[in-house]
């Protein structure tokens, strides 16, 4: 198995620490990437690749009715424990066990940098009704804070981090030009361990060995004890959410 497909895998072993420790996505940026619906109306919502259910909560919070798929089966059942009031089905973003035509608005939370786009983009168009959007959500730490920067090069580990790249969203003639939009967010942590937690649920901490874990786990948590700005908790770690969406166009 090659680095790409190990990382992709590597989340199912840690659902439960996946589920407590990453953090959710700004209701401002849901409500976004619905706007060009023009209502405000329960809308059949798609959660792709949905994981533990960071953005299927938001979305069934809104009161849509929201479908959630997600291919490893720890994650989906991590959901099923802690989402309620969804449809969550096992697959995968070139394969969506959906009908055609049966949902409003298909949403991916950190996750559109593991699709395959060739395969991927013609499956959502085919679910996706006629002027229904494709909203990719990206969590991302705030480059405008000077230690969170600093924490990162602090916690980098051997394998390179898996950054999302907006030109890398294809064009596709199913779909009207791609839009972006940034909204602020925070994610509360209660204590340095719990940032260092939240670290360790990235495919780039999965994927190395013990040793290297532990080496930059206690960087971290020097780091996270000498640092003026950290030093009360609770603490709100400041971040963004970067929403790019396209529309379905009319066949």
Known sequence: MDLHARRADSFGAQAEAYAEHRPDYPVAAIRWALEP?????????????????????????????????????????????????????????EHIPVPDHTVDAVFVGTAFHWFDQEK?????????RP????????????????????????SASSVESQRHNPTGIMSH??????????????????????????VNTHSRMLVVDDDERAAINHKMLAFLRERPETSNWPLDVPLRSDVFRMVRVSE
């Open 37 to 93: 619906l023009g209502t405000s109306e329960r809308l059949d919502v798609l959660d792709l690749a949905a994981g533990t259910g960071k953005l299927t909560a938001g979305l069934v919070a809104e009161g849509h009715r929201v479908t959630a798929v997600e291919p490893n089966e720890q994650m989906l059942s991590e959901l099923v424990r802690r989402v309620h009031d969804v449809r969550a089905l096992p697959g995968h973003a």
């Open 120 to 128: 991927a983009l013609p499956e959502i168009a085919r679910v996706l």
């Open 131 to 154: 002027g229904g959007v494709l909203a990719a959500m990206w969590i991302e730490s705030d480059p405008n804070a000077d230690w969170v920067t600093e924490f990162e090069q602090v």
């Open 173 to 198: 003639p199913s779909f009207g030009p791609v839009e972006h939009e940034t909204f602020p967010h925070t994610h509360r942590r209660d204590s340095p361990e719990a940032v260092i937690a939240w």
